[in-house]
């Protein structure tokens, strides 16, 4: 993309009303704008880093075997009613009434419906196990929204659903989201640590949420900091595997790590004291085993092998898509704007021009755009007619993980400069080398 | 995707609810589930091709230079209070009023919050030219929803908004849209015949719709049917050069057809007989171009090369997304059931495996499975214990273009089955051939 032609509306001026540095930097970089108190629209740039966020979630969930398909947002209040939320769920619950005054709601969360498709469709074991899951727009009418993305109204979220045909078939579904969180999350460059939480609404025994480690976090966090050196790496995990798949949760989840709600004091004070931390931490997602909670009341059962009519097992697991912007940033950012993890960034590179006009650098700007483009890069290129200083602030403001720079001078060498945006180190290269880094680089992101 | 791991509720019956065939064949092949009248959930089938369609629209939309970027579903009434449309829109807004009895609504489409975009970022004609879309989904309260997803209330559209310093600009911007739109519709095997139209509540002046010929189409059409032979191919357009873009609007544009709503008996009567025909459409897009109608009330005004501050000349194009696999379905199909095009098929083909638990059968169609992925094929392989007849029938009602049929008799002299869903046509193939085959096929559809 050349920026000369793409929409990008940075603010010069720190945003008067954004108290956290993730929603400054998203207004800043031309990510996002406010339309309502939590509803957003997501400008191009922000856009951009939303989709592939989205993708990473869809490949995780489609490798570990779950099967994507769409429900709508808004939702007929009587499914509600059978699983008795409908009154339960409170103000947070955005209620429509349409032209024929018939109860609706925008959908918060989809454990009702789902449970409606899968009893009006499935009816035997062998149709079993089964995870469906959609990634769809959500909306939780807060008192009072802010923090940007991470706590809006209107939000996009990844919520999966399980049904099984016993509670170990069940854990297993849920231990398998687990390793699949653990992955995505990596891929996006953020340590999300798994930590055993309280149900809340959606109810049930068992759950975990996933939180990263962040001053601005809503969370009290405490835990051993040996947890955060975990690393899922490129290791393969047979998904299909109940015992591998039961490891690699016990390697994550048996160091100490809570939240305030299910802190226990005792434990804590066992840990070593050099790694006993406490912390703040943003959750970005959340698993629940609750076995027939909504599948006895909605008559969601099944024939298992002896002939027997049984309530199907379910749980519900989400990832907050949107949510996710804001906490890789408050993850990864300094001074001069946001750092993009590569797994994430909204452009592979940025391509600095400085001497637009000048043939020689607009030809081997070109020539870079081009070759990035053939080898499945996408870079943003600043061709506009502005000073190096002015392209350079753009450039870290929005956090582009490595920049090309292309001037006069390093041409006669027959050089362009490869920036890192985390380290801030350059370095000289031919500009085939420079594209041939960036492909290595990338390779390891795919 | 192996189907005993799938969720694939077809249904036997035919559906009493179902007045029309696309609408009957999308719940028969388990694509969709009405959740409530006019809002359904998009099935693991369904949703697939859903995401192919969307997929195919914004490749077209960035082609021609078009930003994608997202606005939210729920806008705030004081915006549509602006432009005055909040109170002509009549019953078909979703009016909402959320927990602190603000007024809002869910959007219909979006001229208002992308003008108010516009507005907030944009100041000088050097800016421009700007088109910006988005593909979300809207809400129409219609009284009478019908037709599945063809007349929905919850439904997924692509609009976009051009932004121009003049009329000229803002033309080519019209005629960049219509071009782009042909080769969409193209892509996805539908012919899809431009008609002036009038401009209804959007506003304006120049207006054309895109119709679909099909017996069940809301519209009577009026036309000359040597228009239905018009291809854009594979020709390059280059959507910078404004006569080029020009040329192949004249080309799709001067032969007569029209809907009744602009229909001219007079100019009709001069088609010669043998190509004068009268039949019905189904609309799947529409472009207008309205000049100030959204930006002289709602201020969005640039600076032109002289200094002055002039109100922007807008257009906006819309494509019906989720209405598109009915438009699809009603041009394509027989008794018994869908017929995919390439383009827009939820899989490239299917295997059918004759003799389930053979181990000659079973590896056949394991490698063949396996070698269509590698070569980025994606299949769906009939991997359950049942009768040939009946994984026949699946395969033909859901529609996939392709497909290869594997038994034990055929593997003893080293062939399977290859069977065009359209012409029913068989060819027998050393397995590899058959891979080869449909990558050369599918070649033509990237």
Redesign the interface.
């Known amino acids: 993309m050349r920026l000369s032609?793409?929409?990008l509306?940075v603010l010069k001026e720190n945003p008067s009303e954004a108290q956290i540095v993730s929603h400054r930097l998203m207004l800043r970089a031309?990510m996002i704008?406010q339309?309502?108190a939590g509803?957003?629209?997501?400008?191009?740039l922000?856009?951009?880093v939303?989709k592939r966020i989205e993708q990473i979630v869809h490949e995780e969930q489609i490798r570990a075997?779950h099967?994507?398909?769409?429900?709508?947002?808004?939702?007929?209040a009587d499914?509600w009613r059978e699983s008795g939320r409908y009154d339960a769920y409170g103000?947070?619950m955005?209620r429509?009434k349409?032209?024929h005054e018939?109860d609706?709601l925008?959908g918060p969360t989809n454990e009702e419906?789902i449970t409606?498709?899968f009893r009006?469709?499935?009816g035997s074991y062998k149709?079993l196990p089964?995870t469906?899951y959609?990634i769809q727009?959500k909306?939780r009418?807060e008192?009072r929204p802010r923090f940007g993305v991470m706590r809006g109204?209107?939000f996009l979220m990844k919520d999966g659903y399980n049904f099984d045909i016993d509670k170990p078939s069940a854990l297993h579904a849920y231990n398998r989201h687990m390793v699949s969180y653990l992955r995505t999350y990596e891929r996006m460059g953020l340590t999300a640590i798994p930590m055993r939480a309280d149900s809340g609404p959606i109810g049930g025994d068992d759950t975990h949420e996933f939180l990263v480690l962040a001053q601005t976090g809503e969370s009290e966090v405490f835990y051993d900091d040996r947890v955060t050196q975990l690393k899922l790496g490129d290791r393969e995990v047979d998904y299909d595997n109940w015992d591998e798949v039961a490891g690699v949760c016990k390697e994550f989840t048996t160091l100490y790590a809570r939240t305030d709600e299910t802190h226990d004091a005792a434990k804590f004070a066992e840990i070593p004291e050099e790694h006993r931390k406490v912390g703040r931490g943003i959750e970005v997602g959340q698993i629940f085993f609750f076995g027939t909670k909504y599948s006895e009341p909605m008559g969601a059962v099944v024939v298992n092998d002896k002939g027997e009519r049984v309530p199907v097992q379910m749980g519900s697991h989400g990832i907050g898509v949107s949510r996710l912007l804001g906490a890789i940033i408050e993850a990864s950012h300094d001074e001069k704007g946001i750092i993009w993890p590569e797994g994430v960034t909204p452009f592979h590179a940025g391509i600095v021009n400085l001497k637009q006009g000048d043939g020689a650098a607009d030809a081997a700007c070109e020539a870079l755009y081009k070759a990035l483009a053939a080898a499945g890069l996408e870079a943003l290129y600043d061709d506009r007619n502005e000073r190096a200083g002015a392209k350079f602030a753009t450039m870290d403001l929005i956090g582009l993980p490595w920049r090309i720079t292309v001037g006069p001078r390093g041409l006669e060498k027959g050089v362009v400069e490869l920036t890192s945006r985390r380290t801030g180190e350059s370095e000289e290269l031919a500009p085939e080398a420079a594209v041939a880094r960036l492909v290595e680089i990338y390779a390891a992101h795919r």
Chains 1, 2 share one sequence.
């Open positions: 032609r793409y929409f509306p031309g704008r339309q309502a509803i957003y629209s997501w400008l191009p922000g856009y951009k939303l075997g099967i994507p398909l769409l429900m709508p947002t808004l939702q007929p499914l103000a947070e955005l429509i349409d032209r018939r609706m925008y419906m409606d498709i009006s469709h499935v149709d089964l469906l959609h727009w909306f009418d008192v109204r209107e």
